[in-house]
């Protein structure tokens, strides 16, 4: 029998918190298909069908997203939206082993680029992550609930926060795409969100790896959590003057950025983390290499 499959005959379990959630949004339990052991239905099945996250229906490599975006938005929607947002975070850090790795990156050459390109900071991180995802295929991949698949798309999701509650436009094949083609794609996505208009089901769904900026906030260094059944996400700092030491000795002020890895220990090790991290600052750091087709 499939995963998750419901015995014919017999009655399908329910989780307390998944009868009590799916109570309150209405949601008729016959119509799902459980993801826990034997076919039980948990909470992450009644979130599934109203939020925006991710979900593994084939347990394989294809993902494929149910989402009811509130249209039009509202305030008791939005209520809505960040309790399933709240519920679903609790999950994440109670079920998923976290471990952080940070690296400190010189970005004065992309300050540089980028204002010769008419592109942002956040576009040549894009770029230069979708191709480190390509380099090292591990950490684009979901846990199955048995262990670590590989995904075949580079789907870029970007947490963007609202005044309705934080959303994840997904950038889609990012990997096949140039740095002026990400940076249109990121800029739409994140006009959709900020300006109130609706995200279609495509543009929330099928995320493989999800990048969050607080740069232009001011922060400097955080951990963000995974979005399960994700392997990691990226938090991005700000990009700021600091002292540092070059290979001659001699003490330089240089732009520094920090990028914090947060992962699943289930599917990545620590020496995983910091290879791909490395991937990501060699780009950064020789941003030529981002700049072609």
């Known amino acids: 029998m499939v995963k998750g499959e419901k015995l014919k005959g017999m009655q399908y379990r329910v989780s307390s918190a998944a009868r009590k959630l799916a109570a309150e949004l209405g949601i008729n339990l016959d119509s799902l298909q459980g993801s826990g052991s034997q076919g039980r239905i948990v909470l992450a099945d009644i979130e599934r069908t109203r939020f925006p996250v991710i979900m593994d229906e084939s347990k394989k490599t294809a993902y494929h997203q149910k989402l009811s975006l509130p249209n039009p938005i509202d305030r008791e929607k939005s209520v809505k939206i960040r309790r399933l947002l709240a519920r679903k975070m609790e999950e994440a850090w109670q079920t998923i082993p976290h471990f952080y790795v940070t690296i400190l990156v010189d970005m004065t050459d992309v300050v540089r680029f980028r204002q010769d390109l008419g592109v942002t900071i956040n576009d040549f991180i894009l770029a230069a992550t979708a191709r480190a995802l390509v380099e090292h295929p591990w950490v684009n991949a979901t846990w199955d609930g048995e262990q670590g698949v590989e995904l075949p798309d580079v789907n870029i999701a970007i947490a963007a926060a609202t005044d309705r509650g934080l959303y994840y436009p997904v950038l889609h094949n990012c990997h096949k795409l140039s740095l002026q083609q990400i940076s249109r794609s990121a800029k739409e996505l994140a006009g959709k969100a900020a300006n109130k208009s609706q995200l279609t089901e495509q543009e929330m769904s099928d995320g493989t790896f999800t990048i969050t ?81």
């Open 213 to 293: 900026n607080m740069g232009m906030l001011g922060v400097e260094s955080f951990g963000a959590i995974i979005t399960p059944p994700q392997a990691a996400v990226l938090s991005v700092g700000s990009v700021k003057g600091e002292v540092v030491v070059d290979d001659q000795g001699e003490p330089n002020v240089a732009l520094m950025m920090r990028l914090t890895l947060s992962a699943d220990h289930r599917v990545l090790d620590g020496a995983d983390a910091a290879e791909f991290l490395g991937t990501i600052k060699s780009y950064l750091e020789a941003p030529i290499m981002l700049t072609g087709a």
